[in-house]
């Protein structure tokens, strides 16, 4: 009886998880009565071979959400239920202007429920700051479910969220959007619908795959080519060399210990620890995705790409092209383009730029923000009813883009986590995305003067008030003045001087591919501050999670501009050279050529598959070496 | 492809590295590493650790043991030996608190005098965690205030005091300030004489003739209500002068600071020093005059020592072990001699954990240590705390790691579990002479 009840029976400790081997097993298993169904002629044929295909793939995914999350496959099936009937009621009543009231009735009913588990402590705690209250989150659910099972069964001081809630949630809304627009037809069959919420490989963490692109092959047949079979091997393994690797072997010892406690460490160390966490955080997320690319390719559905090695990026807004790209795709579908895109400012900027300028005075307390966002906001409106009178098209568009793409770093950034650190580093992007872009748009002069300007600025800050934030700011605001000046002085030489670039090619490749070096540098850099604020731990109580996070990101400030020690550097590299030999190997990795990439991948696609057995065989012996190494011991170069 | 051909390939890969758990695990090496793998056994054996954290935050009255090995299963492919870890016999039976006599004597007196504790320790305790629970329970008993101890120049803040550093007017990061010397630090840090004061660290000012003299300013604010002071001290060297001014400390001069000390002219003054990678062994570094006249002139009547962690990640013997503990037994007989009318109180190691295989567990070595220790502080006459037995014994830092209560390394508490610590030892001190045992001669 307890081999079948943890066979399955829903146990929090143990999720199914692509990195066990019980997820492997379940899959096996899965897969056999899959190729059952699939090849024998005699079970079913034609459409009704799919339809069985895919109410057996539904039952499966249901059942690993219940492994993973218990009764709250009530939720997801809930969703499911609610968007299926609201979308055949949008259908029904297209043209009408009840669809609308039903488009708007699901998205509350979405909305609602990801607020109510995700935001619940987030708003409570807002609330309570304000009014002085002592509230606290109460379970409706938990209270519900005591009634039907015996008291006390479920916690209702607690509110826990349910595992992928962000995920199937943001898939149900684009599919009552889509259908409200009438990109697709909806789903008639219920069950069919569920296939797509809950499709086990994406169901806990993406890709987000929007109705459109999925939907279609529900009724498509079963087709996996060789060479699909190849690259489909190719992403789980890859996947798990990038989660157990690159991933948790550097979490583990790293990563974090330095968040943990950054004064324990130099500035150095803590530096590396940020560094090497960008790159942790990559390899974690864009892991377990090729691994559900792969797992889904295998049973022949095809889920969209999630990265697109990120860290090439040349500036912040090609990098949020290449990373959790079902999630960008996602929001600039169904926010930034309802909100208007580059075309207009309405209702919508307005609403989420107050709710913006509340809550960030709410929680800092300090009101006067107000003033300067509610400035900002009649200063746009404005000037907006001056260009328009003037026909100033371009700059209408540069405002109106800046301003809908900001809300919609800040609402993506809150998407991540309900929390204050969140936001700002939603913001963070947001401003960086903006600065860049107005950068881009500068002269060679003004980016001189500005950047010159700036650098002094700093400065004298840091000599003024001698405090690590300065230091860290004036340092590197030195280093891209540095870049800047090169620049600079390059394009004085070059640019009346056509002749010179004709007769110095390849000296003007070289160059190129410096300046493309030195944005991927930059870029990067400013990718890895940003996550200075998005690490927030998540075996804490949202309030002290929130301490917690700002803490850590001031200490580790606080060591980078103020602890920094070069003496200790040579004997950090060697004590932990393997760790940084695992960071440095994955940048290279990373930052190889694609079409390199590409040509391996289809190699190791087209290799025999007795051969593709013993290769895979060996990665997983190697890969399995990560898991039991033995931890780097603590060494403290610090004091 | 077919999906019964998808179906073969996944069963060919199960089937080989199936194969290689039957092979493989403890038979190949390659460079002298060697190549795990896990046995059938290991993949299908659950790993659950039920633990809960001790409801009633006392120590187990029988304490855990460290595991015997297992003897070797013929049947099973070989694996090798595993370390043979002693059993360590200690009288449970007597209440250690029995030795901590000297300190609850002196405590009454608090109503007139100062009653000092110093708290030395890892970097458990740094940022003032524990000691701070510690010193705020012995207060609000015995009175007293302020946060005790602190360096001229502080490079970890804590929770307590935030301090900053002004050098001739100038505003300076604590590692820009007077030259700083530990005797727990890199050998940069050591010292030629062993002048390190009482907390084992100490900043000279002007320390070469070039830097000329030097005026430094320490803002030192108390970051809550319960670490008031009424009075300053300073302990340093005749030639530094100093002043006081509010929350600010000039000081003056060149020579040795020792400390700064917010304190009060009586009740009980809970100084933290921690001694971040200390495995305790650095006492006898540190010049015996300059002890003991802190210790008496000062009226230290406890002096805790918390050390063992740093022992444990980077040792796999327990004769290591039990050479670091026998070194730790010098180092209490120095302090002993140091502080001979003072108690001395021994808090363990916590539990701590290690990735192996892809789980969390406890290094095997902690419960031999934490037993070693209590061991050799019986003999000694120290009291003894074992933080181990009290959170739970082995595996209770996973569910604290799960907890919130410690960090994701399983080695460091977070500021919640050390608060739950540092109250346990306060009040496990307080209800050991409340009970009145410690009269009795044993």
């Known amino acids: 009886m307890t081999f079948w009840q943890s066979i399955l029976g829903f146990n929090a400790e143990s999720p199914l998880l692509f990195t066990q081997f019980y997820f492997w097993a379940f899959f096996a298993l899965v897969y056999a009565l899959f190729a059952l169904i699939m090849s024998s002629p005699r079970i079913a044929n034609g459409r009704q071979k799919l339809h069985l295909r895919n109410v057996y793939l539904l039952f499966v995914s249901w059942f690993f959400y219940y492994k993973t999350s218990g009764l709250f496959l009530l939720i997801l099936a809930f969703v499911t239920l609610s968007d299926w009937i609201l979308a055949g009621r949008i259908k029904a009543n297209s043209q009408k202007p009840i669809a609308k009231v039903f488009l708007c009735l699901s998205v509350v009913i979405d909305l609602g429920l990801l607020a109510y588990f995700k935001y619940a402590y987030f708003f409570t705690n807002l609330i309570n700051d304000l009014f002085g209250t002592g509230f606290r989150v109460f379970d409706v659910f938990a209270y519900i479910g005591n009634g039907f099972a015996e008291a006390g069964r479920f916690s209702v001081d607690t509110i826990v969220l349910p595992v992928g809630i962000s995920f199937y949630i943001f898939q149900v809304i684009s599919y009552t959007a889509d259908v409200f627009r009438g990109r697709i037809q909806p789903v008639k069959n219920i069950l069919d619908f569920g296939f797509y919420v809950s499709f086990f490989p994406q169901l806990v963490a993406g890709p987000i795959v929007r109705a459109e692109e999925f939907i279609p092959q529900l009724y498509k047949p079963f087709r996996l080519s060789r060479r699909a079979f190849g690259i489909a091997v190719f992403w789980i393994l890859n996947g798990l060399a990038k989660k157990i690797i690159m991933s948790d072997f550097l979490a583990v010892n790293i990563i974090d210990r330095v968040f943990n406690n950054p004064l324990l460490f130099s500035g150095f160390e803590n530096l590396f620890a940020l560094f090497a966490y960008s790159l942790q955080v990559y390899a974690d997320f864009s892991g377990y995705t090729d691994i559900a690319i792969g797992v889904a390719m295998l049973m022949g559905f095809y889920l969209p790409m999630n990265f697109n090695s990120p860290y090439k990026s040349q500036n912040p807004q090609e990098f949020w092209r290449r990373w959790h790209m079902s999630l960008g795709r996602w929001l600039k579908t169904y926010l930034y383009i309802p909100l208007g895109g580059n075309r207009r400012i309405g209702f919508g900027t307005y609403f989420w730029w107050s709710l913006i300028a509340f809550v960030s005075a709410a929680l800092t307390g300090w009101w006067w923000l107000l003033i300067p966002f509610a400035a900002f906001m009649v200063g746009v409106f404005v000037w907006n009813k001056w260009a328009s009178s003037k026909a100033k098209v371009e700059s209408q568009k540069l405002l109106y883009s800046n301003l809908n793409s900001f809300i919609t770093q800040v609402l993506g950034g809150l998407w991540h986590g309900a929390s204050w650190n969140f936001i700002i580093w939603g913001g963070i992007n947001g401003i960086g995305m903006i600065v860049e872009k107005i950068w881009r748009k500068m002269n060679w002069h003004v980016r001189m003067a500005t950047m010159s300007g700036l650098t002094l600025m700093l400065c004298i800050f840091d000599a003024v008030w001698q405090l690590p934030v300065w230091r860290l700011f004036a340092v590197w605001a030195a280093i891209i003045w540095i870049g800047t000046v090169i620049r600079y002085i390059y394009w004085l030489i070059t640019k009346d001087n056509g002749k010179w670039k004709m007769e110095n090619g390849k000296w003007e490749n070289i160059t190129q591919s410096l300046s493309k070096a030195w944005a991927i540098g930059q870029t990067f850099a400013f990718i890895t501050f940003t996550r200075l604020f998005f690490r927030s731990s998540s075996n804490l109580d949202p309030a002290t999670a929130n301490e917690v996070a700002w803490a850590t990101a001031k200490n580790m400030v606080n060591q980078i501009g103020g602890a920094w020690n070069n003496a200790i550097i040579p004997d950090f590299l060697w004590e932990y050279r393997w760790v940084v030999a695992m960071f440095v190997a994955g940048m290279v990795i990373h930052w190889l050529p694609t079409n390199w990439k590409r040509r391996y991948r289809l190699a190791f696609s087209a290799i025999p598959l007795w051969l593709m057995v013993i290769v895979v065989c060996v990665a997983i012996v190697v890969i399995y070496q990560f898991v039991s190494a033995e931890m780097q011991p603590f060494i403290y170069f610090q004091f | ?442």
């Open chain 2, 1 to 442: 492809m077919k999906p019964e051909r998808v179906l073969l390939f996944i069963v060919c890969v199960m089937a080989v590295l199936g194969a290689l758990c039957i092979v493989l695990p403890g038979q190949l090496s390659i460079g002298g590493k060697e190549v795990r793998w896990p046995t059938l056994a290991e993949v299908f054996e659950k790993k659950h650790p039920d633990i809960s954290i001790q409801p009633s935050d006392t120590i187990p009255e029988t304490p855990e043991e460290p595991e015997e090995p297992e003897q070797p299963d013929t049947v099973v492919v070989e694996k090798p030996k595993p370390v043979v870890i002693p059993k360590v016999e200690v009288n449970d039976s007597i209440d250690s608190r029995y030795f901590l006599r000297a300190f609850y004597e002196a405590l009454p007196q608090a109503s007139e005098r100062v009653v000092r504790v110093v708290h030395y320790g890892d970097s458990q305790i740094e940022e003032d965690r524990m000691s701070q629970q510690i010193r705020e329970q012995l207060q609000s008993r015995f009175g007293g205030q302020g946060v005790g101890l602190m360096p001229l120049a502080q490079t970890i803040p804590t929770v307590t005091m935030k301090q900053e550093l002004y050098m001739n007017g100038r505003r300076v990061n604590p590692n820009a300030g007077p030259r700083r010397y530990m005797v727990y630090g890199i050998r940069d840090m050591q010292r030629r004489d062993s002048h390190y004061g009482v907390m084992g660290q100490m900043a000279v000012m002007a320390d070469s003739l070039v830097r000329g003299s030097e005026a430094v300013q320490a803002v030192c604010v108390p970051q809550s209500e319960k670490v008031h002071y009424s009075r300053w001290r300073v302990f340093a060297d005749s030639t530094i002068h100093y002043d006081f001014s509010g929350d600010t400390a000039y000081l003056w001069g060149r020579g040795a600071v020792y400390g700064l000390s917010q304190e009060s002219a009586n009740g009980v003054i809970v100084d933290n020093i921690p001694m971040r990678g200390c495995m305790g062994l650095v006492f006898t570094k540190i010049d015996a005059m300059q002890l003991s006249t802190f210790y008496r002139e000062e009226n230290v009547k406890l002096i805790i020592m918390q050390f063992g962690g740093n022992a444990i990640p980077s040792n796999e013997k327990p004769t290591t072990i039990s050479a670091i503990v026998y070194g730790l037994r010098d180092q209490i007989r120095y302090i002993k001699r140091c502080a001979p009318n003072a108690s001395i109180l021994f808090i363990g190691p916590s539990d701590m954990i290690r990735m192996t295989d892809g789980e969390w567990e406890t290094y095997p070595l902690v419960p031999y240590m934490d037993r070693l220790l209590k061991k050799i502080t019986m003999e000694e006459g120290v009291a003894y705390f074992s933080l181990f037995q009290w959170m739970g014994g082995s595996g209770s830092m996973i569910r604290w790691r799960e907890l919130g209560l410690a960090g994701e390394d399983g080695v460091h508490f977070h500021r919640s579990g050390a608060r739950k610590a540092g109250n346990a030892v306060a009040e496990w001190m307080l209800e050991g002479m409340e009970n009145g045992q410690w009269k009795i001669e044993n």
